[in-house]
Every structure is written in structure tokens, then in C-alpha cells.
């Protein structure tokens, strides 16, 4: 049992007497904290407390987190309530960040542009360089999605101490701990996802501006359909809306496209049929939709070839973001609107010119990893990579191949450890992001790194503690000696039939017979025939 401070939204304070108290840790996320209590005269305070927004303390630590869900079970004489929390740096979603900042920027000038205003705080570990955000805006959502898109961009990692941010290239130590199978640990586990392998990705550069017979640019470069469109940002969404005061998504393309003297109405299925489709690099003024052509149920407005502006949903309202975070399934170019880019009137005759002029990039790559060999895994396409600040062919090459998940998701468990001092004698330090070894009980060690850890904090507890470990990233070498391990094991199977791979077992009804005859016999149970 263990005593949780718990304090109402009004300030009110009291005390949970709670059991299974767990506190669970993971790498890029909000630890959390579960809890069970009784409904009984020593925790009616606690129980009228249980609303939302309610606070509750880890005396251990003295993090807080707040209440997220709820669920009593009545018993005999009183309700049983399981209960998680989530960390307070989750208030972070609460935060909505309106303006946007682009070009190139510092990790401290983002942070400041993240917790401006607010009640967080943050603190930055080590020397960081600098990010080139291009056209790209950081900004216009949720205070706790920006986070997430400045570590991705910086490289960085996080976690919190309540309201302060803490930031770092990589957090955690290394050879912290040692795991040993029998020794200070039971059962290690290995699960191996393999649905999420990608070996070759197609990628381009920024794209170079381009002149064209009507004086506009092949990019979607005149800017007066994104200009307008910009404005827009923040408005609400409104379910079947079409005007600045509330729209969805068909509303608001619509909107644009009536702007500028183009016919264009609701719904999504009509707009879709509006001209013609393209794939990337889309281009100012198209169509971007999601969903089979035909049954759509989504559509934005293109920026440029990396920016969308949409009306998202009711939490989100009229949003600009990256075309790379949610890609399409295909865009549609109407050339009135094409036109109107280029500077040019629908019935120019240089339209086809201007609309059907393919863009040039000042770079452009495929890269494809060791393992996409026709003979090893093949080649396994990622969504291709763009970026409109990358100039050079091999900073490209290293930015694909950062990108690609060429490699197994894969997690290593235990289900019992003594994670301090033991009887071996092993010392070990646990805390996500930490690097250590782990020895299985079959000799293999692997160097292995915490992405979670659940920690039972009430000492009487039967509940044991729990540690997941990856991702283990195996190299080449790996697969090679296990497919010669395989080849080495068909060679020396004397059962080895070789049986061909696409042999079907054929049987005909007599042999069907005598196998039925055979199982009844052996098995004591008649047969599908026999008379009851």
C-alpha cells in the first residue's frame, strides 16, 4: 500500500491509499502511472476527488501526472477503481501554437518558440547545430506535436521533470547494466517484426526555379493562390461549411478555387474529377486527396511542392503543414487553376507549356541498402524523400539513408530481474534510454538499450517489475551467416526430402479412408460416418 497525494482542480488535497501502484517509463513518450484503490471509508476524500484534471503525486519522485482514466468495479461491499495517469508535461497538447517559424533556426530559438508564454520550461544538454526548416513551417498545431517535429529535425531526444523539457542529442548511459539468463534475470525473450523493413528510397533536392514562356515559374511558383490561401490558417472547422467563418475540407478548396473565378463545389468525390491526377512533386494550387479515386474522403490545397494547407478536423481546425507528414494518395491538377499559377489565362497557348514543364531538382538520388539484393530481401520501396534546402547529391544520399528503416523491429523482455544488488554481485543502473548487455541462456550477448520500464513502486506488492529492451540493429553479417546457416543445415539433414516449394500433398479417397480408419482406431472416437 502506498500513500498518493491527489489534488482537485479547485486545490483541495488529500491522500489515496493505493495498491499495484506502477510507474511506467518510455523512450519519446509521456511516463504514466497506474494505480488501484478501494472505495472504502479511508479513501472517501480520494474517490470524490477521481474528476478529471485531478493531479496525482509519485511521493517517490515527486512527479505529477494527471488523471486520464477511470474505471470502478462495484464488489460486494465497496467499489475497486483502477486508475492511469499520465505525466503533467502532457499538458503540452493543451497548447495550441498558432504562428509558425521558418528558414534556418537554432534548437534554443525553437524551444523558446515552443514554451513561450506557458508554464514549461526547458533545458538543453550539449552543443546542437543549427536546422534549415526551408518553406517547411514549424508550427500551427498542438504545442506537444511541435516538440515531437523539433526532435525529429534536430536529432534530439527528451524527457521531462514535470514542466521542464529536457533535451539531448541521446539520453541515458552506456554499460549501465548486465543481464545474465539464470543469473540476476529469468526468461529473456527476442520478438522480431519484420513488417517494417524498407531497403531503397527515391529522393530529390531542392528544386531549382524555372522560367517559362508566361513568366511564371513550373513549380507553382507565383505565390498568389498560396498567399491568399495562407491567411486562412486557424479558421474553424465546420461540418459541411464553405466561408471563412467555419468550413471542412471540400469548403475550404472550394473557397480558394471560387476565389479565383474557378467553378468548384462540394464534396470531395466532385472536386476530384476537376482535372487531372498527378503524383510528386505537386505543385501550388493542386488537389492533394486521400482515398481510392472515386471514394475519397479527404482533400488540402498544395502550398507548394512541400506545403498543404486543409481544413483538418474540429480539434484542428484550418491547418499548414508538410506534405511528407500525411502523403497523399494522389493529387489532381485543374489547368484553370495551373494557369492562374503561371500567370496566365485559362485560354493561354502557352498553358500546356507552362503546366506540363517537369521540374528540375539541383540534386536527386536513389539509394538502396546492403540488403536489397534480389538475393537477400529485394527491394523494398520507402515513400520517397524531398527536402527544398539539400543542394548537394551526397548530403541527400546521407539523409535517404538515414531515413530508411532497412533493418527488423526488435524487442528483448524478461519476466523476472533483480534489478540492484544480488547474489551475483552485478550492479545495474535502470533508467530509459540507458545502453547495457543482456546474456541469454543459450551464451548469445547483445548490446541492448531501455525503451521501457515499469517499476512497482508499493513495496508489498506481488507484482514483479518489467523491462523492455531494442531496438537491436543487425547488421548485414547477421542475416549472411544465418542464411549460411540455414544452407549448412540443408546440407547436412540427412532427412532432407527437398521437397519442392510450391508442392501440394495430393491423397486419394482410399488413402483418406484408411488415415480416418487409422485415427479412429488409435484415438477411441468414432468416425464423422459412424452411426451414434
Not at 531501455?450 to 537491436?472: A, L, M, R, V
Request: proline share 5%; hydrophobic share 35%; glycine share 8%.
Amino acid at each position: 500500500m502506498l500513500s498518493l497525494p491527489i489534488r482537485s482542480p479547485a486545490g483541495d488535497v488529500t491522500a489515496v491509499h493505493a495498491y499495484n501502484v506502477a510507474v511506467t517509463d518510455t523512450l519519446k513518450s509521456y511516463p504514466t502511472l497506474n494505480f488501484s484503490f478501494i472505495a472504502n471509508e479511508d479513501n472517501e476524500a480520494a474517490e470524490k476527488m477521481i474528476t478529471p484534471r485531478a493531479i496525482i503525486t509519485d511521493p517517490t519522485t515527486g512527479q505529477q501526472y494527471r488523471i486520464a482514466t477511470s474505471n470502478p468495479v462495484p464488489t460486494n461491499n465497496y467499489r475497486i477503481y483502477a486508475v492511469t495517469t499520465i505525466h503533467i508535461a502532457h499538458d503540452l497538447h493543451d497548447m495550441y501554437l498558432d504562428k509558425t517559424i521558418t528558414g534556418s533556426q537554432s534548437l534554443k530559438a525553437c524551444c523558446d518558440f515552443l514554451v513561450s508564454g506557458s508554464k514549461f520550461h526547458y533545458s538543453i544538454d550539449g552543443n546542437v547545430g543549427d536546422h534549415d526548416f526551408g518553406s517547411n513551417a514549424l508550427g500551427n498545431a498542438h504545442a506537444d506535436d511541435v516538440l515531437n517535429s523539433i526532435a525529429e529535425a534536430f536529432h534530439v531526444e527528451f524527457w521531462f521533470d514535470n514542466t521542464t523539457i529536457h533535451l539531448a542529442t541521446k539520453i541515458g548511459k552506456d554499460n549501465s547494466f548486465v543481464f545474465v539468463d539464470k543469473i540476476n534475470a529469468s526468461k529473456i525473450q527476442v520478438n522480431e517484426d519484420y513488417t517494417s523493413i524498407e531497403t531503397a528510397i527515391k529522393g530529390t533536392g531542392k528544386e531549382i526555379e524555372q522560367e517559362n514562356p508566361s513568366g511564371g515559374n513550373s513549380g507553382g511558383g507565383s505565390g498568389v493562390v498560396a498567399s491568399f490561401a495562407r491567411q486562412y490558417a486557424g479558421t474553424p472547422y465546420v461540418w459541411g461549411g464553405n466561408t471563412p467563418s467555419g468550413w471542412d475540407c471540400s469548403g475550404f478548396v472550394a473557397y480558394v478555387y471560387n476565389h479565383f473565378g474557378i467553378s468548384m463545389h462540394q464534396p470531395t468525390t466532385y472536386e476530384e474529377y476537376q482535372g487531372q491526377v498527378v503524383g510528386p512533386p505537386y505543385q501550388e494550387g493542386d488537389m492533394l486527396f486521400w482515398g481510392a479515386r472515386g471514394a475519397t474522403y479527404h482533400v488540402a490545397l498544395a502550398l507548394d511542392s512541400n506545403t498543404l494547407e486543409m481544413a483538418a478536423n474540429p480539434e484542428r481546425g484550418t491547418v499548414i503543414q508538410a506534405i511528407s507528414a500525411w502523403p497523399p494518395a494522389f493529387g489532381v491538377r485543374n489547368p484553370q487553376m495551373a494557369a492562374k499559377v503561371q500567370g496566365s489565362s485559362s485560354d493561354d497557348s502557352s498553358t500546356s507549356d507552362t503546366t506540363n514543364q517537369q521540374p528540375q531538382y539541383t540534386c536527386q538520388a536513389e539509394y538502396y541498402s546492403p540488403m536489397a539484393d534480389d538475393k537477400r530481401w529485394g527491394k523494398i520501396w520507402a515513400d520517397p524523400f524531398t527536402s527544398d534546402t539539400i543542394t548537394d547529391e551526397s548530403v541527400l544520399k546521407d539523409a535517404m539513408k538515414a531515413q530508411l528503416h532497412d533493418y527488423p523491429d526488435i524487442e528483448y523482455t524478461m519476466d523476472w530481474v533483480s534489478f540492484k544488488n544480488n547474489l551475483s554481485g552485478i550492479n545495474n543502473e535502470i533508467a530509459v534510454g540507458n545502453n547495457g548487455w543482456l546474456r541469454d541462456r543459450f551464451g548469445i550477448d547483445v548490446n541492448v538499450r531501455i525503451q521501457s520500464f515499469t517499476q512497482y513502486k508499493d513495496p508489498t506488492t506481488t507484482q514483479t517489475d518489467t523491462i523492455t529492451f531494442g531496438n537491436k540493429i543487425f547488421g548485414p553479417d547477421e542475416w549472411n551467416n544465418r542464411d549460411n546457416a540455414a544452407k549448412d543445415a540443408i546440407h547436412n539433414n540427412p532427412h532432407n526430402t527437398n521437397i519442392p516449394f510450391n508442392n501440394v500433398l495430393t491423397i486419394t479417397k482410399e488413402e483418406a479412408d484408411k488415415i480416418a480408419q487409422y485415427i479412429q482406431q488409435h484415438s477411441g472416437q468414432r468416425s464423422p460416418g459412424e452411426n451414434n
